[in-house]
Nanobody, 122 residues
Framework: QVQLAESGGGLVQAGGSLRLSCVASGRTLKNYPVAWFRQAPGKEREFVGLISPLGGYTDFADSVKGRFTISRDNAKNTVYLQMNDLEPVDTAVYYC???????????????WGQGTQVTVSS
């Protein structure tokens, strides 16, 4: 079992930056691809980005490419989502997820954090 906990969310003005952290406990995270998803009120959960187990490969949704990056520190069992040039449309609850299959669909992930709220004001 892997327990995930996100942190780093908050309120930021448009154009600002935030860095979210996803810390794992219970089992090492280094064997898993890790993805970030987000869910805005009234909308389905959507893929934001993912990182391969050793960090050599990342993929992002078109809506965040060039603004968001993902990195990981397996020694700390932590994955980061750096969000720059934030826009009001980025407002959502952000979740990290780990699973054996590194795909863009939520169903591929077995372990989820509780989410952290990101609010971007205009």
């Amino acid at each position: 079992q892997v327990q995930l906990a996100e942190s780093g969310g908050g309120l930021v003005q448009a154009g600002g930056s935030l860095r979210l952290s996803c810390v794992a406990s219970g089992r090492t995270l280094k064997n898993y691809p890790v993805a970030w998803f987000r869910q805005a009120p009234g909308k389905e959960r959507e893929f934001v980005g993912l990182i391969s187990p050793l960090g050599g490969y990342t993929d992002f949704a078109d809506s965040v490419k060039g603004r968001f990056t993902i990195s990981r520190d397996n020694a700390k069992n932590t994955v980061y989502l750096q969000m720059n040039d934030l826009e009001p449309v980025d407002t959502a609850v952000y979740y990290c997820a780990a699973g054996a299959l590194g795909t863009t669909t939520p169903q591929a992930y077995d372990y989820w954090g509780q989410g952290t709220q990101v609010t971007v004001s205009s």
